[in-house]
Each structure stands twice: as structure tokens, then as C-alpha cells.
């Protein structure tokens, strides 16, 4: 195995890591854990930092695995709903990340983009549950409702913070992790 995989495995366990603690700083109340996200901010700067493969990974792993653990968010359907908005963020973050041109605005395109894109499939897929398990129980109106304006607290807080810890860590030359493939591991 290279260094650079090496690095990034580890990088992802601590996302991953970071996933399943962050909820407890929102006290377990899930009314708080709506409104700030805690579980978001791994899988969007997993992607930044370890690329969109890592980022869909994580992602996809962290409610399910927390729902698990903790049963805390409850598998059906608000685990389920979630590790697929969150694989989308982290795959999206770092697909997007990778791909712009390389501008200021590049880390806020891709934030954005994956935020966005995130939220959609988030709908969709918590439409998709309802229609199976309960008809007509997933509105339009409950998808803004739990997609912005209960989020809206959680989603300044990932426009702010992660912009912040991204250029940071680019600043620093901690990211992109692509340019350790060009060492012998």
C-alpha cells in the first residue's frame, strides 16, 4: 500500500470517527441535532481532504453505523435518508474539489454544490421511504421544512467552518493528499 492510501485510510477512520462523536456535543436532543448538522461536517471535509471515492465511503458509513452503535439516528427512515444525502456530500465535495479550476471560489462551488445536490437526494430518498412504508406522508413542504428552515443554523455553520478549515489546510499544503502519489510511498 502506498503512503498516500495509507494516509488517506487513516484520514477516513478519523472522519469516520468524528462522525459518530460529534453528535454528543448536540447532547443527544434530536431536535438540536437537526438544526446543527453534526455528522455533515465529517463527510463534506472527508471529501475535501481524501477525495470523493473516501467521501462517498464515509458518508454513506456514518449515520448507518451510528444508528447501529447508538440508535441514535433511528435507522428507518432518517439513517437510511441520511447516508445517502451524506455519501452524496462527501462524493460531491470531492468531485467537485478535484474538478474546478483552481480559484478562490473553487472550495465554495463545490460546498455549495454538494450542500445542494446533498439535500435534493435527501428528498428524494426520504419521499422514496414514505411512499413505500406510509403514502403521501413526505410533503413538499416537510422536505423545506427539514431540508432548510429547521437546518438553516447547521447549514451557516458548514458555509462558515468549512471553508475556513479547507483553505487552512490548502494553506498549509496539507491538501490536496494527490501530490504524496508522486513520492515512492
Not at 137 to 143: D, E, K, N, S
Request: net charge positive; charged share 10%; with cysteine.
Amino acid at each position: 500500500m502506498k503512503k498516500a492510501d495509507t494516509l488517506r485510510l487513516t484520514l477516513a477512520a478519523l472522519f469516520v470517527a468524528l462522525g459518530l462523536v460529534l453528535p454528543f456535543l448536540t447532547g443527544q436532543i434530536p431536535e438540536i441535532g437537526s438544526m446543527l448538522l453534526p455528522m455533515h461536517l465529517p463527510a463534506l471535509l472527508c471529501g475535501f481532504v481524501c477525495g470523493w471515492p473516501c467521501g462517498l465511503a464515509v458518508g454513506f458509513v456514518m449515520p448507518l453505523l451510528r444508528s447501529l452503535i447508538f440508535g441514535m439516528p433511528p435507522l428507518m427512515p432518517t439513517a437510511i435518508a441520511m447516508a445517502f444525502e451524506l455519501g452524496a456530500y462527501g462524493a460531491l465535495a470531492g468531485f467537485l474539489y478535484e474538478r474546478l479550476p483552481k480559484k478562490q471560489t473553487r472550495v465554495f462551488m463545490s460546498l455549495i454544490g454538494a450542500m445542494v445536490v446533498g439535500r435534493i437526494i435527501w428528498g428524494l430518498v426520504s419521499w422514496a421511504l414514505a411512499a413505500l412504508f406510509l403514502p403521501n406522508a413526505f410533503t413538499l413542504p416537510m422536505f423545506f421544512a427539514g431540508a432548510f428552515v429547521k437546518a438553516w443554523p447547521g447549514i451557516a455553520a458548514q458555509i462558515i467552518a468549512v471553508p475556513l478549515i479547507v483553505m487552512a489546510l490548502e494553506k498549509a499544503r496539507l491538501i490536496p493528499l494527490n501530490v504524496c502519489k508522486s513520492t515512492n510511498g
